[in-house]
Each structure stands twice: as C-alpha cells, then as structure tokens.
C-alpha cells in the first residue's frame, strides 16, 4: 500500500505543476486582457477627442476663409480709392502749385509758362487769388 501511495503522490506532483502552470498563463492572458481593454478604451478616447478638433479645426478654417476673402475684397477697393485718389492729386497739381505762386505774386505769364496752364486758367487764378486776398 505505500508503494501505491508512493506512486499516486509522484503523479499528482506533474498534474499539480501543470495545474499551477495552466493557472499561471491563464491568469497572465487574463491580464494581458484586461490591460489591451483600458489601452483600446484611452485609444477611442483620444480618436474622439481628435475628431472632435478636427471638426473644430474645420469650422474654423471655414471661417477664416471667409475673412480672408473679405479682406481681399476690401483691400481691392481700396487700391481701387488709392488709384482714383492718385489721378485726381495729379489732375490737380499743376492748379495747386499755380495758386501758390498767384499768393507769392506771380504774373499770368510765369504761372502760364511754369504750370503748363492756358493763359485763361491762369488769369482766372491769379483773379481768385486777388479776390481772396481782398476779402
């Protein structure tokens, strides 16, 4: 009888082992498991999180491109303003700089000859000129 004993205690010894074997890979799959779960739950999260700025980003940019095509636009008129402004300055500087000379006391013939105006438009300024120096 104890040799029987004998032999059933030595082949519980290799069913135990790999009893605690089995026990331990399960345990370890287990875990492995559990950790991959909390790892795919972070990554859905983040990839929500990105969607969600990427949906922002896109409004956003929606956005400022309509500002941007607004600025364009202003900044054409303006260039627009600038050029009428830049003929009607030089449309009228001959005239300027012949007033100029009308209050320093030109005579028709010189504000004529320096200003390339016709002798009516200089006689008609330096007449303003006198008028508003008497007045």
Not at 15 to 30: E, I, R
Not at 62 to 83: D, F, I, N, P
């Amino acid at each position: 009888m104890t040799e029987v004993m004998t032999n059933m205690q030595v082949s519980i010894v290799p069913v135990a082992v790999l009893f605690l074997v089995s026990a331990l890979v399960l345990f370890t799959a287990l875990w492995s498991v559990a950790r991959n779960q909390r790892h795919y739950r972070q990554l859905r999260k983040e990839m929500q999180q990105l969607r969600s700025d990427i949906r922002a980003l896109t409004t956003s940019s929606v956005g400022v491109g309509g500002r941007v095509l607004e600025l364009e636009r202003r900044m054409r008129r303006l260039a627009q303003r600038q050029e009428e402004f830049d003929l009607y300055e030089s449309a009228n500087q001959p005239y300027e700089h012949a007033i100029a000379m009308a209050r320093k006391g030109a005579d028709v013939k010189e504000i004529e000859e320096i200003c390339g105006v016709s002798r009516n438009e200089a006689e008609l300024i330096q007449m303003m000129h006198r008028l508003e120096k008497a007045g």
